[in-house]
Nanobody
Framework: VRLVESGGGSVQAGDSMRLSCAASGQSFITYSMAWFRQAPGKEREFVAAITWTGGTTYYTDSVRGRFTISRDNAKDTVYLQMNRLKPEDTAIYYC???????????????WGQGTQVTVSS
């Protein structure tokens, strides 16, 4: 089981960025997927999650309306489109997956290695 994030980098406040997470090792078509982030000196926090059908999504309040999670099951890939980025969005972003939509939002079984997102004011 392997999750590989990509798309991180440095942007200015107000810019957009899209993160991708490619899964390999097994088919994740029936797995829920999620994004978490960890800012310097802070605990890792849930950002967004999506059911395996893509029909239901969840967001933490601070990103709702700015971030969009989506997935392409044919590519075993999940995306996080981030718009109107703010300096407080600066963090390492982690992809995660779990068979359960409940567990994926709290204690997912599998994690990626993370990708850095830096937003300057």
């Amino acid at each position: 089981v392997r999750l590989v994030e990509s798309g991180g980098g440095s942007v200015q406040a107000g810019d957009s960025m899209r993160l991708s997470c490619a899964a390999s090792g097994q088919s994740f078509i029936t797995y829920s997927m999620a994004w978490f982030r960890q800012a310097p000196g802070k605990e890792r926090e849930f950002v967004a999650a999506i059911t395996w059908t893509g029909g239901t999504t969840y967001y933490t309040d601070s990103v709702r309306g700015r971030f969009t999670i989506s997935r392409d099951n044919a590519k075993d890939t999940v995306y996080l489109q981030m718009n109107r980025l703010k300096p407080e969005d600066t963090a390492i972003y982690y992809c995660a997956t779990d068979p359960s939509i409940s567990t994926v939002r709290s204690a997912p079984a599998y994690w990626g290695q993370g990708t850095q997102v830096t937003v300057s004011s």
